[in-house]
């Protein structure tokens, strides 16, 4: 079954320090990767995608991923944590043959402390 | 703004009444969508219309029956809910059903069945 996994589910950090969320998607032939990010009481937002171009992806905010097909992963990451990235983060595969089907992990909810 | 606004943002209702959530977006798309969003689940996809026909449906109950008049506009339509049926529900519009289109949602309706 296509799958994408979300290893953490609450993630904390000081304001400054780097930023690891992680994500592991089950292996099919060219997915396309999204994060998205959720803010209280708020929509979600696209932070950056992957569709089979450059393996790493900046997006906004300063947030990038890397896409690993090696480990299956792909992973966010952000240098320096602010106070306003405290939010809900999900990790989103479409797989090929699925045109609009999303599959969402379970969010890791980031936490960033002074 | 995400250009995807959802009325009401809270609903309370209780199983035997009969309400509908409004979902309007003013980004010019073709593609809609309803997601529900469930505690500690993953996000899951309920219908997609495309160009106003219903592509899509996932085995959803029929107490949620969706409605798209034309491309702007997306409901859904409850009655008879269950107190599982609370959830956040998420509008979401994107340029076409595929691959290459990233979906914009909305802020989501807050419903509370009793």
């Known amino acids: 079954a296509q799958s994408v996994t979300q290893l953490d589910s609450h993630v904390s950090v000081s304001e400054g320090t780097p930023v690891l969320l992680r994500c592991n998607y089950s292996s099919s032939y060219s997915p396309s990767l999204f994060w998205y990010v959720q803010h209280p009481n708020k929509g979600l937002q696209l932070l950056l995608k992957?569709?089979?171009?450059?393996?790493l992806v900046k997006g906004i905010n300063g947030f990038e991923a890397e896409f690993k097909k090696s480990e299956t992963s792909f992973h966010l990451t952000k240098p320096s944590a602010h106070m306003s990235d405290a939010a809900e983060y999900f990790c989103v595969v479409r797989y090929t043959g699925t045109a609009s089907k999303l599959t969402f992990g379970t969010g890791t909810r980031l936490q960033v402390t002074l | 703004e995400t250009g995807v606004t959802q009325t009401p943002r809270h609903l309370v209702m209780g199983m035997t009444n009969k309400k509908s959530l409004k979902c309007e977006q003013h980004l010019g798309h073709n593609a809609m969508y309803w997601y529900k969003q469930s505690a500690k689940k993953p996000l899951e996809l309920m219908f997609v219309y495309n160009f106003k026909e219903q592509t899509e449906n996932n085995s959803v109950p029929s107490r949620f029956s969706p409605e798209c008049p034309n491309s702007s506009h997306l409901f859904l339509h409850l009655h008879t809910l269950q107190p599982e049926d609370s959830a956040l529900y998420l509008c979401?519009?994107?340029?076409?059903?595929?691959?290459?289109?990233?979906?914009?949602f909305g802020p989501g309706t807050r419903l509370t069945v009793l």
């Open positions: 992957y569709t089979s171009a450059a393996t």
């Open positions: 979401a519009s994107s340029q076409k059903v595929d691959s290459q289109h990233e979906q914009f």
